[in-house]
């Protein structure tokens, strides 16, 4: 018990991070479809940058947010599939908490950047919906006691 529990932890501490790199990732590139104005940057705090990458932000087309919704959604999917295959897949806890994690942190995003009205209802349950996904994908089903586990075969 102990140690599925530690598993579950590294596992999702794992996934997190992974996930994190793969949606900046996407985030990344999806400036190269929808450019940062020039002398605005993604990571400088000061205030006129931020004044400025906010007015960016309003300006964006719908395609710009899809693609944000995108980099989210499978930052997120990535993580939990990352989190069950470091935690042995017994149990979905460890994609349950990637998805929590991605939750509170597109809750967050929305309070600080400015998105179209209809971004949360799209973006905040695709976390969820992900994780979960990647979770009951990836999780070892239980055998009867001495029974090998089948093998999936695409088609049947």
Not at 135 to 152: V, W
């Amino acid at each position: 018990m102990t140690k599925q529990i530690l598993m579950t932890g590294i596992g999702a501490a794992v996934g997190i991070v992974a996930g994190m790199v793969v949606m900046m990732m996407l985030h990344m590139a999806s400036t190269l479809v929808y450019p940062l104005p020039d002398g605005v940057d993604f990571m400088a705090q000061d205030a006129e940058n931020q004044t400025r990458l906010k007015e960016w932000f309003r300006s964006l087309p719908t395609g710009a947010f899809l693609l944000a919704i995108a980099s989210h959604g499978l930052g997120c999917m990535a993580g939990a599939c990352v989190a069950m295959l470091a935690s042995q897949r017994r149990s979905i806890v460890p994609a349950i908490i990637v998805g929590v994690f991605f939750t509170v942190g597109g809750i967050m995003n929305l309070s600080s950047i400015p998105h179209p009205a209809w971004f949360p209802l799209v973006d905040l349950p695709i976390y969820a919906i992900l994780a979960l996904l990647a979770g009951f994908r990836l999780r070892k089903r239980k055998q009867p006691h001495g029974e090998q586990p089948a093998l999936a075969v695409s088609g049947d």
